[in-house]
């Protein structure tokens, strides 16, 4: 699993992945989502996601933006 085990991917409907970063620690990850949304909230269908990375190595997406859980 590593240590960067929280990730942030930002999509949107012309590209699967546009970017995304990894972090071992959740209040970075917290911090890049909120600073993702302001950054790129402007890019049309743009998806912001957080997820953690399970000891199994399968992702869990914790919440999303523009989806109201942000």
């Given at each position: 699993m590593g240590d960067r085990r929280y990730r942030l991917t930002l999509t949107t409907t012309a590209e699967p992945t546009v970017?995304?970063?990894?972090?071992?620690?959740?209040?970075?990850?917290?911090?890049?989502?909120?600073?993702?949304?302001?950054?790129?909230?402007?890019i049309p269908s743009a998806r912001i996601a957080p997820a953690e990375q399970a000891a199994d190595a399968t992702w869990t997406e914790l919440k999303a933006w523009p989806d109201g859980r942000a």
């Open positions: 970017m995304d970063g990894r972090w071992s620690s959740l209040a970075t990850e917290e911090r890049k989502f909120r600073s993702w949304i302001g950054s790129y909230s402007a």
